[in-house]
T-cell receptor, first 115, second 112 residues
Framework: EPEVTQTPSHQVTQMGQEVILRCVPISNHLYFYWYRQILGQKVEFLVSFYNNEISEKSEIFDDQFSVERPDGSNFTLKIRSTKLEDSAMYFC?????????????FGPGTRLTVL | QKEVEQNSGPLSVPEGAIASLNCTYSDRVSQSFFWYRQYSGKSPELIMSIYSNGDKEDGRFTAQLNKASQYVSLLIRDSQPSDSATYLCAGTTGGGADGLTFGKGTHLIIQP
């Protein structure tokens, strides 16, 4: 069964450093998403991406964040200058359709630890 | 008003019984609804989606949506210990590449 994959599973970085989290969405899916979950808190939407551009973003997704689809399979989230409060699980998700059929399938996540 | 609200639990249910999980939502996230299961330290796993009023059944799971009351529920029949997890309710506004708005989740414990 096709699934979303993410690398690395765990990333440790120093405050102020740049990190890139990588995702390979399900191959026939057209919509891509990033979410984060701070330990013990709810899953929060960051950004959605369709047709090679950002479709929607939350207030969390400020100028330190960017997303890119560098080739036909990868989808990345870059955090330019990490802060302690960026420590969280980051989940990538993808869906085949938008609108009402927007069933999103999540990858296993990357645990980001900022020291 | 929070956009998606759930009772955090824990909800304890005997094995073999029906577990009933509830969720209310605000006007903004009023189009499509999803139930996810999340085991500790793992990612959300999609269980059910529901878009229109009424019931939708899939195996041991039934999702119910009542748009007039802004209420969505998930019933799990014949509960198994492996059903013990946190159940996340999520909604969208229904447009395009919509981000999901999640509730905090209900922690379900199935007692053997």
């Amino acid at each position: 069964e096709p699934e979303v994959t993410q690398t690395p599973s765990h990333q440790v970085t120093q405050m102020g450093q740049e990190v890139i989290l990588r995702c390979v969405p399900i191959s026939n899916h057209l919509y891509f998403y990033w979410y984060r979950q701070i330990l013990g808190q709810k899953v929060e939407f960051l950004v959605s991406f369709y047709n090679n551009e950002i479709s929607e973003k939350s207030e969390i997704f400020d100028d330190q964040f960017s997303v890119e689809r560098p080739d036909g399979s990868n989808f990345t989230l870059k955090i330019r200058s990490t802060k302690l409060e960026d420590s969280a699980m980051y989940f990538c998700a993808s869906s085949e359709m938008g609108g009402e059929g927007n069933e999103q399938f999540f990858g296993p996540g990357t645990r980001l630890t900022v020291l | 008003q929070k956009e998606v609200e759930q009772n955090s639990g824990p909800l304890s249910v005997p094995e073999g019984a029906i577990a009933s999980l509830n969720c209310t939502y605000s006007d903004r996230v009023s189009q499509s609804f999803f139930w996810y299961r999340q085991y500790s330290g793992k990612s959300p796993e999609l269980i059910m989606s529901i878009y229109s009023n009424g019931d939708k059944e899939d195996g041991r799971f039934t999702a119910q949506l009542n748009k007039a009351s802004q209420y969505v529920s998930l019933l799990i029949r014949d509960s198994q210990p492996s059903d013990s997890a946190t159940y996340l309710c999520a909604g969208t506004t229904g447009g395009g590449a919509d981000g999901l708005t999640f509730g905090k989740g209900t922690h379900l414990i199935i007692q053997p």
